[in-house]
């Protein structure tokens, strides 16, 4: 079975310690995202005015708290495309920054296409683990960010820097239980692989006896011959 996990090793090397780490991270992660979306769409509630840099700033800072995945979690095997989102956060947050205004052409669209590249790298990181607990919420998340990054593409139903406070708050909170779940699933399959290691510990001094009866039982054979 697939799992959110580090990279398969002999059962009697799981380091418990590690899955322990990653789970706690990602749960970290996805509160820091959580409350940055939850501040960022109260603000755009009551704010009459809307920007861009700040939006801006709101994506550089969920993509900053992101960008330490590839040394916390060196060897599992979502690490990757977590660091990914987190490099195309950071990208957008500048973009808006750089050019609020959008000379070549409206951040709406720029932001709404790096939204709908993280959706789809997220929905890619679901099929990957399809078969673990949990993947069809990470699946359902990149859906919805793959939305959302398409309406600000189309300016619809929403057009201009309104359609960016409204929408990238909600981006934030779904990527933010994205890694609430992640975090979910690795401390359960944790749990799991613990429970099998103790009964494999406790079957142990059995099959040795076992064994031994076996090869007992095979010299006595051997000598009545």
């Known amino acids: 079975m697939h799992s959110f996990l580090v990279r398969q090793r002999p059962r009697r090397h799981i380091d418990f310690g590690d899955t322990a780490r990653i789970a706690t991270w990602l749960t970290t992660v996805g509160g820091l995202s ?29 993509g900053v708290v992101q960008l330490p995945n590839a040394v916390v979690l060196p060897a599992w095997r979502g690490a990757l495309t977590l660091q990914l989102i987190a490099v195309i956060y950071v990208t957008a947050g500048l973009v808006a920054i750089i050019d609020p205004r959008g000379s070549a052409i409206a951040p709406e669209v720029l932001i709404g296409i790096h939204v709908f590249a993280a959706g789809v790298l997220r929905v890619g990181t679901a099929l990957r683990f399809r078969r673990a607990k949990g993947w069809r919420r990470v699946l359902d998340t990149g859906l919805l960010s793959a939305l959302i990054g398409a309406l600000l593409v189309a300016q619809w139903p929403i057009a201009g820097p309104r359609s960016l406070e409204l929408l990238i708050p909600v981006e934030l909170v779904v990527n933010g239980y994205a890694y609430v779940v992640l975090g979910a699933a690795v401390r359960i399959r944790r749990r799991r692989n613990s429970a099998e290691v103790q009964r494999g510990n406790r079957l142990q001094p059995l099959r040795r006896r076992s064994r031994a009866g076996s090869k007992a039982h095979a010299s006595g054979v051997r000598h009545a011959k």
């Open 34 to 62: 959580l409350a940055l979306g939850l501040a960022g769409g109260a603000t755009a509630l009551w704010s009459s005015t809307a920007g861009v840099i700040p939006i801006g700033l709101l994506l550089v800072a969920a």
